[in-house]
């Protein structure tokens, strides 16, 4: 099921990216992988995922030590406690949810006590929801603009959960708004950044983040099936 299901989100892609114009290398598939256990997450990597997203550091944890995602990169896409940076940080090779300052300072302090240099991305609360949380535009921005505080991380791009899609195309204007916002911070050429990664567009509406720019769709329902929450 997982790698049909993989293969047909591929074809989508494909007939997304060239109905947009754009090369469909240039998109990669991130599977969500909460909720699924280490060997569904190694099937997903069989079948030809460029990476996994995990949201919860328990999980993580647990899945990291099975050796799960041998073989292909893994971020963290979920809402990070600060205390909880240090099982996170030099850990995976992007975290895609940096929310807030404070976050940013603490995976600083701890990519500096590792010596070594975290990649980033900044979350964007692009609908302006009071259940979501990231950065407002404006503050993106500034966060950009003063990086240089933060010499052991790189940004590397943003990521964006918008609103649940009503219906086709109805996200589109915010995706269309994080690629402005990260041009935007691209012309002011800010210190280790660089800003390619565009993580938007989920089950319910990737071909419309494809349509907008996105370079990295985060999928699990597509991939997993239903999640069933206790
Ligand atoms: C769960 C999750 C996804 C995937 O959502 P689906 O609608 O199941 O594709 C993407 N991004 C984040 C941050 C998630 O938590």
Not at 8 to 24: Q, V, W
Not at 26 to 52: F, H, P, Q, S, W
Not at 122 to 141: H, V, Y
Not at 168 to 191: L, M, W, Y
């Amino acid at each position: 099921m997982i790698k049909e299901n993989i293969a047909e989100i591929r074809r989508r892609m494909d007939a997304a990216a060239r109905k947009a114009g754009r090369d469909p290398g240039e998109i990669l598939l991130c599977a969500a992988t909460k909720m699924n256990d280490a060997d569904r997450v190694r099937e997903a990597i069989a079948a030809g995922v460029d990476c996994c997203g995990e949201n919860r550091v328990q999980e993580l944890v647990q899945k990291s030590a099975l050796h799960a995602y041998d073989g292909k990169p893994v971020h963290f896409i979920g809402h990070l406690q600060t205390n909880k940076v240090r099982q996170v940080v030099g850990k995976v090779d992007l975290i895609q949810s940096v929310d807030r300052v404070e976050l940013l300072a603490c995976i600083e302090k701890e990519a500096a006590r590792q010596d070594l240099i975290q990649d980033i991305l900044l979350e964007i609360n692009i609908g302006a929801e009071e259940s979501k949380s990231g950065f407002t535009p404006e503050e993106a921005k500034a966060v950009a603009a003063a990086m240089d505080r933060y010499p052991h991380c790189r940004l590397r791009g943003l990521m964006a959960i918008p609103p649940i899609s009503e219906k086709s195309g109805s996200n589109c204007r915010f995706f269309e708004e994080i690629q402005r916002i990260a041009v935007d911070i691209t012309t002011k050429n800010p210190h280790n950044s660089s800003m390619e990664v565009l993580s938007m567009g989920m089950t319910d509406d990737f071909e419309d983040a494809i349509a907008c720019g996105s370079t990295m769709i985060r999928v699990g329902t597509a991939i997993f099936g239903a999640r069933h929450y206790q």
